[in-house]
């Protein structure tokens, strides 16, 4: 006879309990990067509405720079490191197939036995990490989970490519999510159109680095190394249709409506975009827009953690306001959820 299996006892509901950021100390700016794009300062403001961003140094280490941040988050939680659980890190620059990041990161901050793992979901990390975390916490499978976005996209970008050089920044943005009385993390909605990934997506596989036959041949040449490419126009295109639709069904599932909104924060991926979505969405006035881009650049899976982080810290928002989230980007994927302000 097979046995009843155990299983935890679920809790009342998930929210953020707080949150952190790391951002490199080096600032570049467009006059730095246009020469190599033969561009200007006026086209890059234009064309994205990015005026600077930053670059991590070699001892800014996509761990190290993950770790700044979630201890910060963790003090804001006032959560022990010990008492995590589980930590999530979202990120597409991290360059070691093996070993995962995560562990890494559970280690270098305290978090002794927590479950460590890796999302890959490029610029929807975060998103997609933190319903990860909000269905660990109400299953009561975990009770403090740590959920992080941190990139080195300078490690991955050509900087002589036009379509990306100046896009992407570097950085880490980390929340604590614990058990609350009442949902504080709505409904999840995500999905992927794969039809469309060439949109966003390496130049060549890493396999292109591979020795092509005997031990003694000479790897590729420096130029073989793999960078991220973009077909803009496409990607613009599909993000300023895709976003608005996103959001709304967030707000539907989470039985809010835009007016009761303190902010929305969207994937940072360039400004034109995030304005178009915030225009569509028919946002009041008093709903706060994160514009994290125009000083960070785009930082991937980072960039939703850095923006939120950002008006809390400069009193954009208040604590306990209704935030929209809304990651985009490679996969082509998205994920979208509304969220109490930690």
């Known amino acids: ?66 770790a700044a941040a979630s201890l910060k988050a963790l003090a804001h939680a006032g959560v022990p490191p010990e008492s995590v659980d589980a930590v999530i890190l979202a ?70 490519d036009r ?11 980390a929340v604590v999510v614990g058990p609350a009385d009442t949902p504080g993390i709505g409904p999840v909605v995500w999905g992927a159109d794969g039809s469309a990934s060439a949109a966003i997506a390496h130049s060549s596989p890493w396999t292109v680095l591979r020795r092509s036959g005997r031990p003694s041949d000479a790897l590729p040449a420096p130029a073989a190394w793999p960078t991220l490419r973009m077909d803009g126009p496409a990607v613009f295109r599909w993000a300023v249709a895709t976003v608005p639709q996103i959001g ?56 939703v953690p850095l923006a939120m982080d950002r008006l809390l810290s400069e009193g954009a928002v208040e604590p306990g306001g209704l935030a929209l989230l809304v990651g985009f980007g490679a996969g082509l994927s998205y994920a979208g959820q509304v969220v109490v302000l930690p």
């Not at 234009?46 to 991590?56: E, N, Q």
């Open 248 to 303: 709304r069904r967030a707000l539907a599932a989470a039985g809010v409506d835009a007016a009761e909104l303190s902010a929305f924060i969207p994937h940072q991926a360039n400004v034109r975009i995030v304005e178009a979505a915030a225009k569509s969405l028919g946002l009041p006035a008093h709903v706060a827009v994160a514009r994290d881009v125009t000083d960070a650049g785009n930082t991937s899976a980072a960039s």
């Open 163 to 173: 379509g990306t050089a100046f896009l992407f920044g570097d950085g880490a943005g």
């Open 91 to 160: 990120t597409m620059s991290h360059l070691e197939q093996s070993p995962p990041a995560a562990p890494r990161l559970a280690h270098r901050i305290g978090a002794a036995g927590a479950g460590a793992v890796d999302v890959g979901a490029a610029c929807a990390g975060f998103c997609h990490a933190l319903a990860l975390a909000d269905g660990l916490v109400r299953s009561g499978h975990g009770r403090h989970v740590v959920v992080v976005g941190a990139e080195r996209m300078s490690d991955i970008v050509d900087p002589t």
């Open 1 to 66: 006879m097979t046995g009843v299996l155990r299983a935890p006892a679920p809790v009342g509901g998930a929210r953020i309990l707080g949150v952190g950021a790391y951002r490199p100390s080096r600032v570049v700016d467009n006059h730095e990067l246009a020469p190599a794009i033969d561009s200007s300062d006026e086209w890059i403001r234009r064309r994205s509405g990015i005026a600077t961003r930053r670059f991590a140094a070699p001892d800014e280490t996509l761990v190290e720079m993950a």
